[in-house]
């Protein structure tokens, strides 16, 4: 064996063996995961990855300088969320938790969360309709959906009815009922067919299914990918995208395209953006001071202006023009319950 | 006569071990949640989905665009492969670089194009008005003329590729010799040319109309959502509704028809072969 080689075996056995200890040492740390998450100033809240940007421009920071603590966020699905606060039921490593509210009602259900109001007290001065099952869980935001119109082609839509008018034939585009945006086109057509108030509307499927066949002569196709929808909208193939969450339709509109979302007269609704405590979370008192940190007036400002989403705290006036716009309350467990048997009929009866 | 192992068949022993682990296991375990009912075995899950009506129209609309892309492609597929097999040098390099250099772009990029396209200020539709067709621009996006155009765009040199493989193995001088012996081009092209391509015609056949039947990304982008097909209810019934058992049943459909178009093809292509 030559000298070279021969040290360069020493050389990589001294490799291993220090290989060896780290990752013993690195499996003692995963087998004992309760020392490290007990490590103070880390706290982990559970999201969507929808609003990691956010987050991470403009929560956390404020966030870690008030409080001098590190903010770990997670970003996956609301499922994803809900089976993690399942698996590690009495111990629990994720403080706070951003979910869709259908997937709030089920977290209630398993006695997952824990009530807000008390702990955070700027859930005083939230709008009403944005605290739901006696403070289980609040709105932080309220991306409202609206009419998203090409403004080369057609003048503001002043009412969700206007889309069935006949001079709009194959230019209308609809979210499918896969997208949590379509199922709210059921209530606003309920409610156009038989006048009941919204939440009763809700309940009327076979109006809403009625009112909803009369729009099929207008419609050019129904999306499961909404930027297909914007693509088509834009280059003024579709006049309309009747039911766009503000969220990514204005975004767009910033970015230069020619198009506006409307807000109708009757009211709309808002996509679903909770945020709750985990119960039995670690640092309770430190995820009740993130949440109300993201419901004060100055953070509220920041995300409405960064996502085009109204704010939930009654103390930030809404953005020009939509200070009168109705968020009509959704019943999402009714969604819930309902939702797979609308699809089936929406196939049916929505279908080419 | 006593079967002699072939020890040349252990090369493809590394694919069948792949193939079992992320193809073989994940279809039976499919296929037996399709049979699974709350207390065992059942066949529910058929019997339902088979009893309701709308459920035939979402099979009928998957095999009619099926059938109508490979009727399209074959109609296109079969003129290009013999010019393909009969050209020669650069011009059968730029023909065979032409049909096989689209298939490297990706299908939602083929099918985002043919949005435009279809337009009803697309070129389709221009053309069709130009030369008095039409009188006005009509929509030809999300019907289902304009997803099987889509659908036999994407899907063309599978087609093209089986049959040009077999005609370029197929002797040339064999149409002369009918011709001189007195066979008019009517009779030659059946009892001539077409017997000599029908293993790649049904070979490509095959090949587009499975391909066809489960398409799911091409339909869901050229006629959208109110177009149910077995593909996209099964991806549906997944993702959506999270109801494994009618996902599994849509699946299992299927794949059943697709296995049975393969199998139909085999048989007719080997029947073809011993004839010859």
Not at chain 1, 184 to 191: D, E, K, V, Y
Not at chain 1, 203 to 210: E, Q
Not at chain 1, 259 to 268: D, H, N, R, S, Y
Request: contains cysteine.
């Amino acid at each position: 064996m030559t000298e070279p080689t021969r040290l360069a075996l020493r050389h990589s056995s001294l490799n291993r063996r220090g290989f060896l200890a780290a990752s013993l040492a690195g499996a003692g740390i995963l087998a004992a995961p309760a020392i490290v998450r007990a490590q103070p100033k880390e706290m982990v809240v559970g999201g969507a990855s929808s609003q990691q940007t956010w987050t991470n421009e403009i929560m956390i920071p404020a966030f870690e300088k008030k409080y001098n603590i590190k903010v770990v966020y997670e970003g996956t699905r609301s499922l994803v969320n809900l089976e993690k606060m399942q698996k590690n039921k009495g111990s629990q490593y994720l403080s706070l938790v951003q979910m869709d509210d259908p997937v709030m009602i089920t977290a209630v259900a398993e006695g997952l969360l824990t009530p807000l109001p008390k702990v955070v007290p700027n859930a005083a001065s939230l709008k009403p309709g944005v605290t739901h099952m006696d403070g289980m869980w609040v709105n932080y935001l309220q991306p409202w959906v609206g009419i998203a119109y090409n403004t080369n082609r057609m003048a503001a839509p002043a009412s969700w009815a206007e889309a069935y008018d006949p001079k709009y034939k194959s230019r209308v585009i609809l979210p499918g009922l896969q997208n949590t945006e379509g199922v709210m086109n059921l209530f606003l057509a309920s409610f156009l067919k038989t006048g009941k108030p919204m939440a009763e509307a809700q309940k009327d499927m076979d109006a809403a299914f009625a009112k909803l066949k009369e729009m099929k002569p207008n419609l050019l196709m129904a999306y499961t990918q909404e930027g297909q929808a914007y693509n088509l909208l834009e280059q003024g193939e579709a006049f309309m995208v009747y039911g766009s969450i503000s969220t990514l339709a204005l975004a767009r509109k910033a970015r230069g395209a020619p198009i506006e979302l409307a807000a109708p007269k009757e009211g709309t609704f808002s996509m679903p953006s909770g945020v709750a405590l985990v119960k039995d979370g670690p640092m309770p008192e430190m995820a009740a001071a993130y949440i109300d940190l993201m419901l004060s007036p100055e953070i509220q400002a920041q995300l409405a202006a960064a996502t085009y989403a109204l704010p939930t705290n009654g103390k930030v006036p809404a953005p020009a023009g939509l200070d009168k716009l109705v968020i009509h309350p959704i019943d999402w467990a009714n969604v819930s319950a309902n939702r797979a048997s609308w699809v089936t009929r929406w196939d049916k009866e929505m279908s080419l | 006569m006593k079967l002699r192992f072939d020890p040349v068949l252990l090369l493809a022993l590394p694919a069948a071990i792949y193939m079992v682990i992320v193809f073989a296991i994940p279809v039976v375990v499919l296929v037996a949640r399709g049979f699974m009912g709350a207390d065992g075995f059942t066949l529910s899950n058929y019997s339902s989905f088979l009893s309701e009506p709308f459920n035939w129209v979402v099979i009928g609309n998957t095999l009619r665009v099926a059938f109508w892309t490979t009727v399209v492609c074959l109609a296109l597929g079969y003129p290009t492969a013999v010019a393909l097999a009969r050209s020669k040098g650069a011009v059968q390099v730029a023909m065979l670089i032409a049909i096989i250099l689209p298939l490297s772009v990706g299908v939602v990029v083929k099918t985002f194009a043919w949005q435009i396209v279809l337009r009803r200020d697309g070129i389709v539709a221009a053309i069709l008005v130009a030369t008095g067709v039409w009188d006005e621009p009509k929509l030809l996006l999300f019907t289902e003329h304009g997803l099987v155009m889509g659908a036999a765009n994407v899907f063309l040199p599978f087609m093209i590729l089986p049959i040009y493989s077999v005609l370029k193995l197929a002797d040339p001088n064999l149409q002369d010799a009918a011709a001189t012996l007195g066979a008019p081009p009517v009779f030659r092209f059946f009892n001539v040319a077409l017997p000599l391509a029908m293993p790649g015609i049904v070979g490509g056949v095959s090949i587009v109309f499975s391909l066809a039947t489960s398409m799911y990304v091409i339909p869901s982008l050229l006629i959208g959502d109110r177009f149910q097909t077995l593909a996209t209810l099964t991806g549906r019934a997944f993702l959506l509704m999270r109801n494994e058992a009618l996902g599994a049943t849509t699946a299992t459909i299927l794949l059943f028809l697709a296995v049975a178009i393969v199998a139909c093809s085999a048989l007719l292509s080997r029947g073809k072969g011993d004839s010859r």
